[in-house]
């Protein structure tokens, strides 16, 4: 059996001495038991913190499985009771606190111990005299306070641990010995979404378990729950002049926030001087887990995600000598008023990894939009120019027509160009909105063009004289030769604003569709129905190889000028393999299938849920207020999609209301999808 330790702790204050036994019960309820039991010649009251532990071979299931539990013994309770089921053997050890001191102790013991046989519960045991070990009276590890905090919004959630006291559904708090580790697990009931983990449990991100270990200092864990379909946290950019926010979000539900502001800020408790941008990598939770500024003297237009190391990519403009935080600073070449660039910075921590200057020497060229990265990191750039474009490799190529494209891509390791290209032909009037590689390496490209415009292969002519049509492009990863093109639109102006590729290579094209009210609206052939004036959003899928697949018409009429526009900013994979896009919209009205949303404002923003298989909306929401409120883009973060901005006055996005500091805010805000 076991027998009493030789080793007697004292109270911390230090008034009487005192003793336990550790033994195996035999009898009634002390039966299979592991039975810790105080002597009571003790008149002070103290809390002996005890560690049950198996010895010997792993346990059973329904057998011991305690840690670090506070039994706190005098009158009525003298003992603490361990089911001992078939495990041989035992470790405890314990330390002795004082309930009115806590924190002193007296010291700690350990003794070990063997059964003569390991009898199921509810068998015999033949009472053998195997002694326990006491280790001695070293100096004890001391208790933390760990704290747990439940975050629940509109929804429901609650946290569970392997340590007793720190289980709960919205606070709890235990005393805990230092050097313990405590898996905590987020249980998530029907209609909420686990958004992450917060405090000193931050780095799990959106695991469902995460294992935080005590040490050296109290425990502070947090854990953020939401309904699904509403906003579960937002970040608000507000000077007293015009701010904006982009986004995007990695696998694991991690944010990345560009966001810039004209005037002075708090971010993160850190003042920031205005026209510094800011680039933060956010947690699923929303809490900012690395952050850096960036040149004043720069604009940035958009910003991507390496899918396999969580690096981000940025394009911006400068008009001056620039300093990135790399180990040189960029210049403007000969009589260059602004350029463009691309950097590179770690998604560990923000550091600087390369920068690559783009010069476009024309001081009216459209510019650089088209900006993504490769699976492997490698960046895809693509534009418009007016006279030459140089990619900093000292390579020019001139033109003499009007609004020439070219593309390029840069290595994922130090921005080198890989390879470049012009097309479009001269004259050709073409613009490029968005770009992306499918999981083949291919380049595909998304915009419009006014004009004669040869891509390399059948010459493109706008089907209305004088206005301009839609297209989307695929063409080889190594080359820049074409594979296929697509034209879209009527005798208005239409433009592919957005465009996504899915698992599959398909890719999807979000397309401004001018209304020209004497002919049909189409895409590939199709005519699609629906009732919007001014512009209305068409969102069409094409297969890999140029096939059609799907289109979908959504649009209003009315409202503010220019009535009835509505307007497609970004789209995106979703998780489930569905598309989210979102947009804002002039129209009085925006209908969605069975879903219309009403303009509050002078414009309101939205996000929709679209099935990836048919176009068809499966949840819509939108931002309103009385100004206006808009969408620059949208991200998928984990399970979840993030959606950044700018608004006016006071708005209100899926249940979270916001009110500007100035001119015009900008948001980021999280929802989980239902």
Known sequence: MWRRPRYTPQCAHGA????????????????????????????????????VKKEGRERLPGELDASAVACNFGSPVDRCLWQAGRVSRYSVTWCV????????????????????????????????????????????????????????????????SDVGGVSCGQACSAMVLDGTPITFTAVTPGGSAFMGWRGDAKTCGARTTCVVNVAGAALNVGARFAQKGTAAWNVQIGSLVSDSARVVGDNDGNSYLLASHGGDIMFDGTPVAGGVSILAKLSPAGDVLWKRSLSADAGFLKLAVVPSTGDIALLGTYSKTVDLGGPSTLTLPGADTGDYFAVKYAGSDGHFLWQHPIHLDDTDDPGVQGFAVSAAGDVLVAGAFNTSFNLGDGSVTTTAGLAEAFMGVLASADGAVQWKKRIGGADSGIFINDAAFDSNGFVILGGNFANTMNLGGAVLTPNGAGRRDAFVARFFGATGQLSWQRQVGGTGDDSVE??????????????????????????????????????????????????????????GSGGATPAGFDVPTDLVLLADGNLALAGYFYSASLAFGGTTLSNAGLTDAFVARLSIATGDASFVSRLFGTGFDTVTSVGRAGNNVVVAGGFQNQTDFVGTLLTAAGGQDGYTIAVPLP
């Open 498 to 555: 957005a465009l996504v590729v899915d698992t599959n290579n398909n890719v999807t094209v979000a397309v401004q569709y001018e209304v020209i009210a004497t002919e049909a609206v189409t895409f590939a052939g199709n005519t699609l129905t629906g009732t919007g004036t001014g512009t209305d959003i068409v969102i069409g899928q094409v297969s890999s190889v140029n096939g059609f697949n799907w289109a979908k018409r959504y649009g």
């Open 16 to 51: 009487h001495r005192d003793g336990l036994r550790v033994r195996r019960g035999q009898l009634g309820a002390e039966r299979n038991q592991i039975v810790v039991r105080r002597r009571r010649r003790a008149t002070c009251s103290d809390s002996i913190v005890l560690d």
């Open 97 to 160: 606190f004082s309930l009115a001191v806590l924190g002193l102790s007296a010291g700690c013991g350990k003794v070990t111990g063997g059964l003569a046989d390991a009898a199921a519960p509810g068998g015999s045991h033949d009472g053998g005299t195997d002694a326990g070990t006491d280790t001695g009276t070293d100096a004890p590890p001391e208790l933390r306070q760990v704290t747990v905090a439940v975050e629940v919004g509109g929804g429901g959630g609650s946290v569970t």
